[in-house]
Nanobody, 116 residues
Framework: QVQLVESGGGLVQTGGSLRLSCTAS????????VAWYRQAPGKQRGLVAK???????YYTDSVKGRFTITRDNAKNTVYLQMNSLKPEDTAMYYC??????????WGQGTQVTVSS
């Protein structure tokens, strides 16, 4: 089992940057598949970025070229670097981890607000 804690959210102006962190405790984080999701008010939670099998990455179209997902297994942490932020990026951002043998876990979320 793993516990996920997100941090790094906040209020930023259009064009600004934030780096979100998802830190895990309680298990060997390196074996988990990890993704970032977001949910804006009144909308469904949607995938933002993830690691594919083999280590490549996936990004939803709206963030390609602006967001980067990375991980530091030594620190049990996955990051989401967000550049050139837009008001439509405003949402609660969640870290999501799945164990290869089963088990899915969500963090509590971190709020990102981009002002115009």
């Amino acid at each position: 089992q793993v516990q996920l804690v997100e941090s790094g959210g906040g209020l930023v102006q259009t064009g600004g940057s934030l780096r979100l962190s998802c830190t895990a405790s309680g298990s060997t984080f390196s074996i988990y598949n990890v993704a970032w999701y977001r949910q804006a008010p009144g909308k469904q939670r949607g995938l933002v970025a993830k690691f594919r099998t083999g280590g490549s990455t996936y990004y939803t179209d709206s963030v390609k070229g602006r967001f980067t997902i990375t991980r530091d297994n030594a620190k049990n942490t996955v990051y989401l670097q967000m550049n050139s932020l837009k008001p439509e990026d405003t949402a609660m951002y969640y870290c999501y981890a799945t164990h290869p043998q089963g088990g899915t876990y969500w963090g509590q979320g971190t709020q990102v607000t981009v002002s115009s």
